[in-house]
């Protein structure tokens, strides 16, 4: 949510951040808006204490001048209501405008329409070679016969998996590395968080309205998280917090659910878009200071992960047009994938300053007043996608995986993943 005093003090600005948005300029109509509520705010107001003091004297009136005063004053009691009115509808129009525009982009942020216009910020670790030609996970997974997408598209349709024995417990692995590197090494507090949210949860987190066709929704009016940054952040809906507790850093292996509405034909083999993934995510609640610093900081931890499994990475800062939609800053993390030859996202860190705060009134206090705090978010990593990456990069000609040596205390005494 944006704020309307900035929108105010700095009309051209906001729309200069929108144009990098590639949208419309709005300053002008949601100033015509903002105007005709202090306008009909004003009357309101004027209104009552008319009404005030014209109550004030009724006792001294006779009965003949009550009834004309009565009539008066139920007059400007429907003026009021009427104005009241208006103003509740322009409220609504308010927040509906507010509520779809993104947040504008920082000033690091590199204007381009789409991915093309990203700018690879550093590449990390050596591309593997091989004496053989690297297959793609799917043909891995299914060849070891413990990736099973057929039995999965009878029971649940396209875009699910069975994953099976060795490689499910390589996964559990994975996220259980990433949860200890992150709680031990970084500080960050392990939760366990709802999977299904409200309404004014996702809204909080900028899901709703504008993308509610990404998302499941259960016939009890509840949404199915399409990451933990939707209930982690949220620990923060509509609550006041002190500044020297600042910042809060959480962290949480959950399922995730995604419609992948706007996804059409893209992805369709293996397990690089699915309905239902698993991700470790990585949620920072800063005050304003701090924000940018603590973005550089998720960054660092998202990316040791891959330093530790030996993978190789780059680290791209999204344009305006790429990034998502409550964001002010991204970097994207893609992971070298040999079955395809190419870098894939793994991972991306944003920072939303108070731009999810405003939508969920979370405050802190600071010097007797309250500001908005600053949310980040960042997949720390999105397990699936390193399971893929595992499989890849640790493949070897016949077929077997090699297990990563800083997963190999999570596999008992599993080294090498064959078929049976």
Same mark, same amino acid.
């Given at each position: 949510?944006?704020?309307?005093?900035?929108?105010?003090?700095?009309?051209?600005?906001?729309?200069?951040?929108?144009?990098?948005r590639?949208?419309?300029?709005q300053?002008?109509?949601?100033?015509d808006?903002?105007?005709?509520?202090?306008?009909?705010?004003?009357?309101?107001?004027?209104?009552?204490?008319?009404?005030?003091?014209?109550?004030?004297?009724?006792?001294?009136?006779?009965?003949?001048?009550?009834?004309?005063l009565?009539?008066?004053?139920?007059?400007? $009691?429907?003026? *009021?209501?009427?104005?009241?009115?208006?103003?509740?509808?322009?409220?609504?129009?308010?927040?509906?405008i507010?509520?779809?525009?993104?947040?504008?982009?920082?000033?690091?942020?590199?204007?381009?329409?789409?991915?093309?216009?990203?700018?690879?910020?550093?590449?990390?670790?050596?591309?593997?070679?091989?004496?053989?030609?690297?297959?793609?996970?799917?043909?891995?997974?299914?060849?070891?016969?413990?990736?099973d997408?057929?039995?999965?598209?009878?029971?649940?349709?396209?875009?699910?998996?069975?994953? $099976?024995?060795?490689?499910?417990?390589?996964?559990? #692995?994975?996220?259980?590395?990433?949860?200890?590197?992150?709680?031990?090494?970084?500080?960050?507090?392990?939760?366990?968080?709802?999977?299904?949210?409200?309404? #004014?949860?996702?809204?909080?987190?900028?899901?709703?309205? +504008?993308?509610s066709?990404?998302?499941? $929704?259960?016939?009890?009016?509840?949404w199915?998280?399409?990451?933990?940054?939707?209930?982690?952040?949220?620990?923060?809906?509509?609550?006041?917090?002190?500044?020297?507790?600042?910042?809060?850093?959480?962290?949480?292996?959950?399922?995730?659910?995604?419609?992948? #509405?706007?996804?059409?034909?893209?992805?369709?083999?293996?397990m690089?878009?699915?309905?239902?993934?698993?991700?470790?995510e990585?949620?920072? *609640?800063?005050n304003?200071?701090?924000?940018?610093?603590?973005?550089?900081?998720?960054?660092?931890?998202?990316?040791?992960?891959?330093?530790?499994? $030996?993978?190789?990475?780059?680290?791209?800062?999204?344009?305006?047009?790429?990034?998502?939609?409550?964001?002010? +800053?991204?970097?994207?993390?893609?992971v070298w994938?040999?079955?395809?030859?190419?870098?894939?996202?793994?991972?991306?860190?944003?920072?939303?300053?108070?731009?999810?705060?405003?939508?969920?009134?979370?405050?802190?206090?600071?010097?007797?007043?309250?500001k908005f705090?600053?949310?980040?978010?960042?997949?720390?990593?999105?397990?699936?996608?390193?399971?893929?990456?595992?499989?890849?990069?640790?493949q070897?000609?016949?077929?077997?995986?090699?297990?990563?040596?800083?997963?190999?205390?999570?596999?008992?005494d599993? +080294?090498?993943?064959?078929?049976f």
């Open positions: 949510m944006h704020d309307l005093n900035f929108i105010r003090e700095n009309p051209n600005l906001f729309d200069l951040g929108l144009k990098k590639f949208l419309e300029p300053s002008q109509i949601i100033l808006l903002d105007l005709k509520k202090r306008d009909l705010l004003t009357k309101s107001q004027d209104l009552r204490s008319e009404r005030k003091n014209l109550s004030a004297s009724f006792s001294q009136l006779n009965d003949e001048d009550k009834a004309v009565q009539k008066k004053v139920q007059d400007i $009691k429907n003026d *009021i209501d009427q104005y009241e009115n208006e103003i509740s509808k322009i409220d609504s129009q308010l927040k509906d507010l509520s779809s525009l993104p947040n504008l982009p920082h000033a690091d942020v590199p204007i381009g329409e789409d991915e093309k216009s990203n700018i690879i910020i550093k590449k990390m670790g050596n591309i593997p070679t091989f004496s053989f030609k690297p297959k793609p996970h799917y043909e891995l997974g299914e060849e070891l016969g413990m990736l997408f057929d039995q999965a598209g009878k029971v649940s349709g396209t875009r699910f998996v069975y994953v $099976k024995n060795h490689l499910a417990r390589l996964e559990r #692995a994975i996220a259980n590395f990433m949860l200890d590197k992150h709680t031990s090494d970084f500080g960050y507090m392990e939760i366990i968080p709802p999977n299904l949210v409200r309404d #004014a949860a996702a809204y909080g987190t900028g899901q709703l309205p +504008k993308f066709d990404d998302l499941f $929704k259960t016939n009890t009016d509840h199915l998280i399409p990451t933990a940054e939707v209930p982690l952040t949220n620990l923060f809906l509509d609550t006041i917090v002190l500044d020297k507790t600042l910042p809060q850093r959480y962290t949480a292996w959950t399922p995730c659910y995604r419609s992948e #509405a706007g996804a059409a034909g893209r992805d369709t083999r293996g690089i878009r699915q309905h239902q993934f698993s991700k470790v990585l949620v920072s *609640i800063t304003e200071e701090d924000s940018e610093k603590e973005l550089e900081r998720m960054l660092n931890c998202a990316t040791s992960i891959l330093d530790d499994l $030996k993978i190789s990475y780059q680290v791209m800062l999204l344009s305006s047009g790429d990034m998502g939609f409550s964001a002010e +800053k991204t970097y994207d993390i893609e994938l040999p079955g395809e030859g190419k870098y894939r996202e793994i991972s991306s860190c944003s920072n939303c300053r108070s731009f999810q705060a405003r939508r969920m009134n979370a405050r802190y206090k600071s010097d007797e007043q309250n705090v600053h949310t980040l978010n960042g997949s720390g990593l999105a397990v699936g996608r390193t399971l893929i990456a595992v499989l890849e990069n640790y070897n000609e016949d077929g077997s995986i090699t297990v990563p040596d800083v997963l190999l205390p999570y596999m008992g599993i +080294k090498v993943i064959k078929k």
